[in-house]
């Protein structure tokens, strides 16, 4: 594809459901990253997957966040049981890693609204 | 920890004038990337600029340019002939290089918002 896809671009859930959003990473690209962005903040890390394994989980707030990744490119980031406070635009980002520069190429996002 | 901090909730510009983003990093890494990412209503983050740690000479792309003074941890952009569609949020981030490939994490700032009045 021409860039990084995030589905779905909003997504209305109710305190304690589950939610799943998507990311299609640029073909090719070994590397995943996904972020949360609150309102007027800066986006935080959540998790950094190098090819099929989650190489990088530290920013992952609580067991209710979950991520995967089982092919090595589209993933998935899971969140049970939602909270209000996990309203935020979750931002994706794909990048290769064959050179000592690497771009992280972002998505638009997908905004999670927990009513 | 890494930290990144932009201390200019808002910053305002003439078109067509000079404006520059303040941003400092704590960090006590020596090897690392510094970037200016544009984050338009749409979401999409955009790479407007990135900066070795290694290399003295400031960055330069088109109208953005650098100021990086690494002692004092110090990593600026000036943006000239400022245009309306430079109007967006701007984000300073962070990445340490690890060993001869970059590792991916990066740390954003809070941001600063740029307005551009025709």
């Known amino acids: 594809g021409a860039g990084v896809s995030q589905t779905p671009s909003n997504k209305v859930t109710e305190k304690g459901k589950y939610v799943e959003l998507r990311c299609d990473p640029i073909s090719g690209h070994t590397a995943l990253y996904w972020y949360r962005q609150s309102l007027g903040q800066g986006p935080e890390f959540l998790i950094y997957?190098?090819?099929?394994?989650?190489?990088?989980d530290s920013g992952l707030p609580n067991d209710r966040f979950f991520a995967v990744r089982p092919e090595g490119s589209v993933s998935t980031l899971k969140i049970q049981r939602t909270e209000r406070g996990d309203s935020a635009v979750y931002l994706c980002?794909?990048?290769?890693?064959?050179?000592?520069?690497?771009?992280?190429?972002f998505g638009p996002g997908t905004r999670l609204t927990v009513l | 920890a890494q930290t990144v901090t932009q201390s200019q909730p808002e910053m305002s510009v003439q078109e067509a004038e000079t404006v520059t983003l303040s941003c400092t990093y704590d960090t006590s890494e020596s090897d690392y990337y510094l970037f200016w990412y544009k984050q338009p209503p749409s979401r999409q983050m955009i790479l407007v600029i990135r900066q070795e740690a290694y290399k003295q000479q400031n960055a330069t792309e088109n109208r953005f340019s650098v100021n990086f003074q690494k002692a004092a941890k110090s990593f600026s952009l000036k943006i000239s002939d400022s245009q309306l569609g430079d109007a967006a949020m701007y984000f300073c981030a962070y990445r340490r290089n690890a060993g001869g490939t970059s590792y991916g994490k990066l740390t954003f700032g809070q941001g600063t918002i740029l307005t551009v009045h025709p």
């Open positions: 997957f190098q090819g099929t394994g989650a190489a990088d």
């Open positions: 980002a794909s990048s290769t890693q064959r050179e000592s520069y690497n771009e992280q190429f």
